[in-house]
């Protein structure tokens, strides 16, 4: 079992900067890939971004590229999802998911894990 905790939401003014934390405990995460999800009000959960466990490979739904900007730290067992130029349409709560298959944590995939999930609001 892996447990996923989410941090580092909050309330900020558009175009300002959040940095979410995705930290892991349990079984060993250093083989797990992650990716960020996000669900705002009365809309479906959208795939934000993922990385593979190595972190050789990112991927980054069209929405936020450029913007965006996911990390991991497999020593201190974190993935990061650097949030730059936020907009208003950026809230949400966001999740982190993991598994050992990155296709599961891609876009339509299923993953193993999920967080309990984190709010990030976007003042205009």
């Known amino acids: 079992q892996v447990q996923l905790a989410e941090s580092g939401g909050g309330l900020v003014q558009a175009g300002g900067s959040l940095r979410l934390s995705c930290v892991a405990s349990g079984r060993t995460f250093g083989r797990n890939a992650v990716g960020w999800f996000r669900q705002a009000p009365g809309k479906e959960r959208e795939f934000v971004g993922a990385?593979?466990?190595?972190?050789?490979?990112?991927f980054y739904a069209d929405f936020v590229k450029g913007r965006f900007t996911i990390s991991r730290d497999n020593a201190k067992n974190t993935v990061y999802l650097q949030m730059n130029s936020l907009k208003p349409e950026d809230t949400a709560v966001y999740y982190c998911?993991?598994?050992?298959?990155?296709?599961?944590?891609?876009?339509?995939?299923?993953?193993?894990?999920w967080g309990q999930g984190t709010q990030v609001t976007v003042s205009s």
């Open positions: 998911a993991a598994s050992s298959s990155t296709r599961a944590v891609l876009e339509d995939g299923d993953p193993d894990y």
């Open positions: 990385i593979s466990w190595s972190g050789s490979s990112i």
